[in-house]
């Protein structure tokens, strides 16, 4: 089972910016998928980005409702993912969690993802 951490979440105003990072204790897999969820109150859980990475390249998904504004990466050390998000808006308060799988669907499979973090809450105030 992989372990899953996040930090970085806080309370910003809108236009802010914020960089989560998940740390994995993943095994020398050649593939593996990281996605960032966030569940708002009320609201189901949705994933916003992932990161698949291969022995030849990496591939990356935004949900629409944060193209342009948020960017997914993997640190140099290899066991940490972060996602940065600019121009936060009010609508991006949730708790945002961290999630992986080795799985060879598309990254937007949220069933495929099998291990998850406790969270870290993200506070927009207008």
């Known amino acids: 089972q992989v372990q899953l951490v996040e930090s970085g979440g806080g309370l910003v105003q809108a236009g802010a910016s914020l960089r989560l990072s998940c740390t994995a204790s993943?095994?020398?897999?050649?593939?593996?998928?990281i996605g960032w969820f966030r569940q708002a109150p009320g609201k189901e859980r949705e994933l916003v980005a992932g990161?698949?990475?291969?022995?030849?390249?990496?591939?990356?998904y935004y949900a629409d409702s944060v193209k342009g504004r948020f960017a997914i990466s993997r640190g140099s050390a290899k066991d940490t993912v972060y996602l940065q998000m600019n121009s936060l808006n009010p609508e991006d308060t949730a708790v945002y969690y961290c999630?992986?799988?080795?799985?060879?669907?598309?990254?937007?499979?949220?069933?495929?993802?099998?291990?998850w973090g406790q969270g870290t809450p993200v506070t927009v105030s207008s």
């Open positions: 999630a992986g799988g080795r799985f060879r669907g598309a990254i937007s499979e949220v069933n495929e993802y099998d291990s």
């Open positions: 993943i095994p020398t897999f050649s593939t593996y998928t």
């Open positions: 990161i698949r990475w291969s022995t030849y390249n990496n591939r990356t």
